[in-house]
């Protein structure tokens, strides 16, 4: 059995990647927040295509709430290795940067830079003990070039590029690859109040992307058959440059 674990597995994205894993034969551990309902949704679909997964409830922002979830899933499950990790659990909380409150800044940076720090810290040597292993950190198109509104989220993003082309060359030798995907405008809760007739004049394709047009590209870079791709962000995004 091959164990993924997908942070923010509840919704969206994460959703798409859980199901993605589930049919390339992983039992899926699906990380959420607090919407249970949406996670439990995630894991009857993945059980209901002959899959089999979990739910592991934690807050990627909160050390102590990864650490705690993350060791007692490991006492539950000895002998048991974590083979391929999904950092994808991600807020917006935009603001004009003379506007934006520290809060702001700070959730956000929490979540994606500081949530791919505490749970792929935690993850790492057993899977370099393992020779095996597969990180894959959703990061943004606006991490790439920078959006107005967005310098909280744009840094946080760019914040996880640096930090997967780093460790990518940290622990290349020990068959654990690193890359990130870079999402364009992807239809789920977390772009539902954008202008999107609007947003698709700028975009080649003329259209929102597909959270399974995502997780497909996810579902490739877990898998062995990347095995000589590391440190690179790929775009998922209609052809934006
Ligand atoms: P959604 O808002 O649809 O879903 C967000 C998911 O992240 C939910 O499962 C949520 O859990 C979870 N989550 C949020 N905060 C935490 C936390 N502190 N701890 C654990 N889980 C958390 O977002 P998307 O699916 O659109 O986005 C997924 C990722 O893709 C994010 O990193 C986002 O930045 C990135 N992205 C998205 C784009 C898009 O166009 N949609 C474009 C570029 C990047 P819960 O359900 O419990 O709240």
Known sequence: MKYALVTGGSRGIGKAVCLALSETGHH????????????????????????????????????????????????ENKGKTITVLVNNAGIRNDALMMWMREEQWKAV???SLNGFFYTTQKLLIPMMANKFGRIINIVSLSGLKGLPGQTNYSAAKAGVIGATKALAQEIARKGVTVNAVAPGFIRTD????????EIVKLI???????????ADLVAFLASEKSSYITGEIISVNGGIY
Request: no cysteine; proline share 3%.
């Open 109 to 111: 940076m929490d979540t």
């Open 190 to 197: 977390m772009t539902k109040d954008l202008p999107e007739q």
């Open 28 to 75: 899926v551990i699906i990380n959420y927040r607090s919407n249970h309902s949406e996670a439990s949704d995630t894991l009857n679909k993945i059980r209901t295509g002959g899959g089999s997964g979990e739910l592991l409830q934690f807050d990627v922002a909160d050390k102590t709430s990864v650490d705690a979830a993350l060791d007692a899933w490991m006492a």
């Open 204 to 214: 080649p394709m003329q259209r929102f992307g597909e959270a399974s047009e995502v």
